[in-house]
């Protein structure tokens, strides 16, 4: 029997408050550019909403969600193309940045003083919109039914964890980072879904001989949720992380240690030099 992550949310308001995310993921990206000549984070928006994009377009591609499948965003509705790029920013981007502002605070004791609070406080802020949103579109008509378990989304997952895997551990301290990474991704989906699992705006379950979907068994809710956050977020989605980290864009530090990478010493040498210049 093949289960199917099914939602209502796509037209209830979900876009509208990752747009604001979205805002707020970039306006932290640009802080740490700005103030602390930081530019990990703008990598890492820029990651994830490049990755997501080509994520929701191999799913667009195989019919994953729906063949007419839209999103709504200030009444507007979006498809093909247009819902790519948007779902490409406001997830992935928000994405992106969130699991590896968690993933920094963990690493690195001095930001974890400096930015702590205002994680939890965007965390606090995310966990509200998905109620609201929740609670707008449970009951709703079904926007979208994605198979979990199909053979083309199992190789698409085995493709973003291997690629993950692989490349993150080509470079010294790899596995840590990986490991820290992903906790952000669990920690975000679960602030995300899990509301809206709770609302019924999304719920696991299979289709029905009439073509309907039913919610599956609360046990079976319960672990295919928890497949969701582990598995698919946060082990599917490694390599949102791990390409940039391979090619020396990001990394993850201890200020209290001397850098482990003379490329990544150099490359933040080159960066301040051309940020001081034209600022």
């Not at 291997?162 to 980072?177: D, I, P």
């Not at 920690?187 to 009439?210: D, H």
């Amino acid at each position: 029997m093949n289960f199917f992550a099914v939602r209502s949310f796509d037209h209830g308001g979900f876009y509208e408050t990752r747009l604001v995310l979205m805002v707020a993921a970039l306006l932290v990206s640009l802080y740490f550019l700005r103030f602390q000549r930081d530019p990990r984070y703008v990598f890492m928006f820029t990651s994830g909403a490049v990755f997501q994009a080509l994520l929701e377009a191999i799913y667009s591609y195989l019919g994953f969600r729906a063949v007419d499948h839209s999103i709504l965003i200030f009444g507007l509705k979006l498809e093909d193309t247009s819902k790519v790029l948007i779902q490409g920013l406001t997830e992935g981007g928000v994405l992106g940045v969130m699991s590896f502002w968690f993933a920094d605070l963990l690493s690195d004791p001095e930001r974890r003083k400096q930015t702590q609070e205002a994680f939890v406080l965007v965390c606090a802020v995310i966990v509200g919109m998905s109620v609201v949103v929740g609670i707008q579109s449970s009951g709703a008509p079904v926007t979208a039914a994605r198979p979990m378990f199909g053979p083309y989304a199992v190789v698409v997952l085995l493709i973003g964890m291997a690629a993950g895997a692989e490349l993150g551990t080509m470079r010294e301290g790899g596995k840590r980072a990986l490991l820290y990474f992903g906790c952000g991704l669990m920690l975000y989906s679960v602030l995300t879904f899990a509301p809206l699992n709770i609302a019924g705006a999304q719920f696991m379950g299979p289709k029905g001989a009439a073509g309907g979907f039913s919610p599956a068994q609360l046990p079976f809710q319960i672990l295919l949720s928890l497949w969701t956050h582990v598995i698919e977020d946060g082990a599917g989605k490694l390599h949102y992380f791990a390409i940039p980290f391979c090619f020396g864009m990001v990394e993850l530090r201890n200020r209290n240690r001397e850098p482990d990478e003379p490329v990544q010493d150099l490359l933040e040498q080159s960066y301040r030099s051309s940020v001081a210049s034209s600022w």
